[in-house]
């Protein structure tokens, strides 16, 4: 996608008044003053300050030495061939290396955008990074996903073939469920999998999400600790489970491979939505009856 750059009338004034409410009046970090009609700008790369690059360098240094033993193969393989540890990366270029794989690109965006933009991106085979990097003291924690989550956390699975298919789809289901009044069912699915999802490998458990990858500490957290729970993984289930934003998972579902999470999620989830509406939700840490905790 050429993501053209304009002074734009496009209205944000509905979306941040949407994201005050539902944060309490926090407002967004981004530049949105120079945003397309899909909220894409330029990434602006030489405007990166040689202490940005060296905060990128530290996060990326940081999580190289976790992945090992934690992260699923690709991700590993992908990272390697991205070869972004010596700074912030420019996206056209990492957008070419992906295309040439999956058929996705990167686009560029300040922040967060809206969900009906998010969905259609995704439908379209196009991933937004955000453009901003964290302060060095938010170095172990940020509230708004920044370039490093967004690049370092996501971008290396979408060279997966089975993957970036899924996420397609989820994109394209999403914008579906904006119509039937299921999104909040299908952010669970998003959030336990695309972020917070697990993964069989012959060696155990391996991490697929990124809110996992790119994180200092809940990589090792949810791989050894005995306190969360580690489900596997069930459609409806997931999407019944409400989930954490301030803390590390009490629950984590577990797929077996790529093809089960693109197969699980390909049937129609009309009537799905129909049936959970009537089920109340399950809290993080719960553990129904019959259900097996699957072992560290």
Request: with cysteine; hydrophobic share 40%; proline share 6%.
């Amino acid at each position: 996608m050429n993501a053209n750059v304009m002074d734009t009338n496009v209205s944000t004034d509905d979306f941040f008044a949407t994201v005050a409410e539902k944060s309490d009046g926090a407002k967004l970090r981004g530049d949105y003053s120079k945003i397309d009609a899909q909220y894409v700008v330029a990434q602006d790369w030489d405007a990166y300050t040689p202490e940005q690059h060296a905060l990128w360098r530290r996060l990326y240094q940081r999580q190289a030495k976790l992945i090992p033993g934690r992260a699923c193969d690709v991700f590993i393989e992908s990272l390697e061939l991205l070869n972004i540890g010596d700074g912030i990366p420019k996206f056209e270029e990492s957008s070419e290396l992906l295309f040439k794989a999956t058929g996705w690109r990167l686009v560029a965006v300040p922040g967060l955008v809206p969900d009906h933009t998010f969905f259609e991106h995704l439908a379209n085979r196009r991933f937004p990074v955000t453009v901003w990097l964290r302060d060095p003291e938010e170095f172990d924690y940020i509230v708004e996903p920044d370039v490093f989550h967004d690049f370092f956390g996501h971008v290396p699975l979408l060279f997966n073939p089975i993957f970036a298919d899924h996420l397609q789809e989820y994109g394209k289901g999403a914008l579906k469920a904006m119509k039937l009044d299921g999104l909040s069912m299908l952010a669970r699915l998003y959030w336990y999998t695309v972020e917070f999802g697990l993964i069989q490998s012959p060696e155990g458990l391996r991490v697929y999400g990124a809110g996992i990858l790119s994180s200092g500490g809940e990589i090792e957290y949810c791989l050894s600790n005995p306190a969360p729970l580690r489900l596997p993984f069930n459609v409806e289930r997931v999407m019944r489970t409400l989930y954490k934003i301030d803390s590390y998972q009490e629950t984590y579902f577990v797929i077996n491979d790529f093809q089960q999470l693109f197969n699980d999620t390909a049937p129609d989830f009309t009537p799905i939505y129909q049936k959970l509406k009537a089920l109340e939700t399950l809290p993080a840490n719960a553990l129904l009856s019959g259900e097996s905790n699957l072992a560290v």
